[in-house]
């Protein structure tokens, strides 16, 4: 347990429904990030949050949709997705200004797309 | 633009053995290097962090090194087990906006065989 928590651990949806994943932490930290991982592929960066404002998109397409509302919940809406899309997605948190900066990632959410 | 890479890609070795995991890095500024530890269809375990500033940090039977002038990272296991089987990832932090941002490596998918 790293103390950030996704909802759901399991995903399987259409290409045309809508879903949301979740994730929390509570660690105090104020920047939470999602990351997606394809298989055979490194992580990739999707979008970070710093004190609940994107800070980076890094040219994910508008099919994914993040939103923060506060510093400890993040959540990345899904619509009308391709199977290219099936993979894990993984949210992370850190306090960027320590001095380690510790990242804690979630289990993960393993999407397919059908 | 960072790339990570890591050597090799997959290793098997009997229990007991020591062994070296390898992690390059194209740009040098970085805030620190991070090794983890993903089970399959699991989430990242964070085992070592190593700051810029630093050489070597050490775990138990983990030890990692970082030469951050020349763009590398090992990560050391020492009597290895059973139970160390996982897919080890190499990231390197850097800060993008108020947050960070982690580049990682594809992987050493390690199996440890009694």
């Known amino acids: 347990e790293t103390g950030v928590t996704q909802t759901p651990r399991h995903l399987v949806m259409g290409m045309t429904n809508k879903k949301s994943l979740k994730c929390e932490q509570h660690l105090g930290h104020n920047a939470m990030y999602w990351y997606k991982q394809s298989a055979k592929k490194p992580l990739e960066l999707m979008f970070v949050y710093s004190l609940e404002e994107r800070v980076e998109n890094n040219s994910v397409p508008s099919r994914f949709s993040p939103e923060c509302p506060n510093s400890s919940h993040l959540f990345l809406h899904l619509h009308t997705l391709q199977p290219e899309d099936s993979a894990l997605y993984l949210c992370?948190?850190?306090?960027?200004?320590?001095?380690?900066?510790?990242?804690?990632f979630g289990q993960g959410t393993r999407l397919t797309v059908v | 633009k960072q790339e990570v890479t890591q050597i090799p890609a997959a290793l098997s070795v009997p229990e007991g053995e020591n062994l070296v995991l390898n992690c390059s890095f194209t740009d040098s500024a970085i805030y620190n290097l991070q090794w983890f530890r993903q089970d399959p269809g699991k989430g990242l375990t964070s085992l070592l962090l190593?700051?810029?500033?630093?050489r070597e940090q050490t775990s138990g039977r983990l030890n990692a090194s970082l030469d951050k002038s020349s763009g590398r990272s090992t990560l050391y296991i020492a009597a290895s087990q059973p139970g160390d089987s996982a897919t080890y990832l190499c990231?390197?932090?850097?800060?993008?906006?108020?947050?960070?941002?982690?580049?990682f490596g594809t992987g050493t998918q390690l199996k440890v065989e009694l």
């Open positions: 992370a948190s850190s306090q960027p200004g320590a001095s380690s900066r510790y990242a804690f």
């Open positions: 190593i700051q810029s500033s630093q």
């Open positions: 990231a390197v932090c850097q800060g993008t906006g108020g947050g960070n941002k982690l580049t």
